[in-house]
C-alpha cells in the first residue's frame, strides 16, 4: 500500500517559537494532502486541505495565519505551528490521498506528537 | 444530523469473538468506504477499501456495505487483542472530500 511519512514523531518547543512538521508522500504523487489534529480519545479533526501549488484550505475555525501550510512538491506538505502556546499541544496527523483508480483513498503518516512547554 | 454516524464504544468482546463494527450515513452521493484501524498515540492504517456495494473480505475482516440503508459493517472474525484499537469508517463521494466517523473503540479481552 501507499506510504505516507511524517517526521518529526515526536517534538517539544518552548511557548512562543514555531516549529514545522513535515508529511511525504514515499510512493506516490499527491496532489492533495490534508492535515488533522486529534485529542487524546477523541476523533480526527481536519484542518486544512492542501494542494500542490496553490494555498491550503482551512476548515472553519482554524486560523491560517498561526498553522501555516505549505504544499511546495507533489510529495512533500509541511505545517508550521507558529507563535506555539501549550493549548496547540495535539497529535498533528497528515494524509494524502491517491488519485484513480483507488479512487479517493486516503493514507495517513504515523503523526507528530507536539508538546509545547 | 451528522453526516456519518459511529458509535464510539467502548466495545470490549472475549478473544476469539466475531466483532461487528458499523456505521451509518445519510449522504447518498457517498460511493467509496474505507475502515481504518488506529493504535493509541499512532496514525490510522487503511484497512478495508470498498467501491459501492457488497462485500469483501481480506483475511479475519469483511466489509459489508450496503447502499439501500446507507449502512456499513466491519466483521471481525476470531478477534484477537491484537485487534484492540480504535476503528474509524470513512466514506467519500469520489472528490477529495473524505467524511470520517467518530471511531469506535475495542477492547479484546485475552
Known amino acids: 500500500g501507499a506510504v505516507v511519512s511524517q517526521h518529526p514523531s515526536r517534538v517539544i518547543c518552548k511557548s512562543g517559537t514555531s516549529v514545522k512538521i513535515e508529511c511525504r508522500s514515499l510512493d506516490f504523487q499527491a496532489t492533495t494532502m490534508f492535515w488533522y489534529r486529534q485529542f487524546p480519545k477523541k476523533s480526527l479533526m481536519l484542518m486544512a486541505t492542501?494542494?500542490?501549488?496553490?494555498?491550503?484550505?482551512?476548515e472553519q475555525g482554524v486560523e491560517k495565519d498561526k498553522f501555516l501550510i505549505n504544499h511546495a512538491s507533489l510529495t512533500l506538505s509541511t505545517l508550521t505551528v507558529t507563535s506555539a502556546h501549550p493549548e496547540d499541544s495535539s497529535f498533528y496527523i497528515c494524509?494524502?490521498?491517491?488519485?484513480?483508480?483507488?479512487?479517493?483513498?486516503?493514507?495517513f503518516g504515523e503523526g507528530s506528537w507536539l508538546t509545547v512547554v | 444530523q451528522k453526516e456519518v454516524e459511529q458509535d464510539p464504544g467502548p466495545l470490549s468482546v472475549p478473544e476469539g469473538a466475531i466483532v461487528s463494527l458499523n456505521c451509518t450515513y445519510s449522504?447518498?452521493?457517498?460511493?467509496?468506504f474505507m475502515w481504518y484501524r488506529q493504535y493509541s498515540r499512532k496514525g490510522p492504517e487503511l484497512l478495508m477499501y470498498?467501491?459501492?456495494?457488497g462485500n469483501k473480505e481480506d483475511g479475519r475482516f469483511t466489509a459489508q456495505v450496503d447502499k439501500s440503508s446507507k449502512y456499513i459493517s466491519l466483521f471481525i472474525r476470531d478477534s484477537q487483542p491484537s485487534d484492540s484499537a480504535t476503528y474509524l469508517c470513512a466514506m467519500g463521494t469520489g472528490g477529495f472530500k473524505t467524511i470520517f466517523g467518530a471511531g469506535t473503540r475495542l477492547f479484546v479481552k485475552a
Open positions: 449522504n447518498s452521493a457517498f460511493q467509496y
Open positions: 492542501s494542494n500542490e501549488g496553490s494555498k491550503a484550505t482551512y
Open positions: 470498498t467501491y459501492s456495494s
Open positions: 494524509s494524502a490521498s491517491t488519485t484513480p483508480p483507488d479512487g479517493n483513498t486516503i493514507y
